[in-house]
């Protein structure tokens, strides 16, 4: 089953998706905005890169609690710089949805040929939302916080 993704390396080149976080842009707006979205991203263990549609960076919400990665829920960051819940049960799970959003049919194929390859799919449609983990900190609403604060410390 095709799911246009890679796993990311520990030591690996840094994705594309992080590259153009470093501040140095002239408006205080964006500098305040990134700084808020970096803060949040060390707060985030990423794993995959899916090339669908819109490059998108999938990963462990560790949070300021500092979750351990078997308990984490799913995060995913992408080219428009948003930082996202995901709901799904495993980054197998998500990547299968993202993969076939809004046809059944080519999700149950694609199902298939991953449990044939001897994968559990716990997901059940291509819409079944079951979230992995609870969430004690929303990733969204602290990049929302930061960015506020990063805003009023810049006038």
């Known amino acids: 089953a095709k799911l246009n993704a890679r796993m990311l390396t520990p030591r690996g080149a840094l994705p594309e998706l992080l590259q153009d976080l470093d501040g140095a842009d002239e408006d205080a707006e964006t500098r305040a905005n990134q700084r808020a979205i970096r803060e ?4 985030v263990t990423f794993v995959v890169e899916s090339t669908n549609d819109n490059a998108k960076l999938y990963g462990y919400w560790r949070g300021p609690d500092k979750t351990p990665l078997a308990q984490c829920p799913i995060v ?3 080219s428009e710089g948003t ?3 995901e709901i799904g049960a495993s980054l197998v799970d998500i990547l299968l949805q993202e993969s076939c959003y809004d046809e059944a049919e080519l999700f149950v194929e694609r199902k298939a040929a991953l449990e044939k390859a001897g994968l559990a799919i716990k997901t059940k449609r291509w819409d079944d939302y079951t979230s992995r983990a609870k969430w004690k ?3 969204e609403k602290l990049h929302a916080k930061l960015y506020a ?3 009023k410390e810049r006038r």
Do not use: E, H, N, Q
């Open 83 to 85: 930082i996202s819940r």
């Open 149 to 151: 604060k990063y805003r």
């Open 137 to 139: 900190t929303d990733p």
């Open 40 to 43: 949040v991203l060390r707060m």
């Open 76 to 78: 995913g960051f992408d």
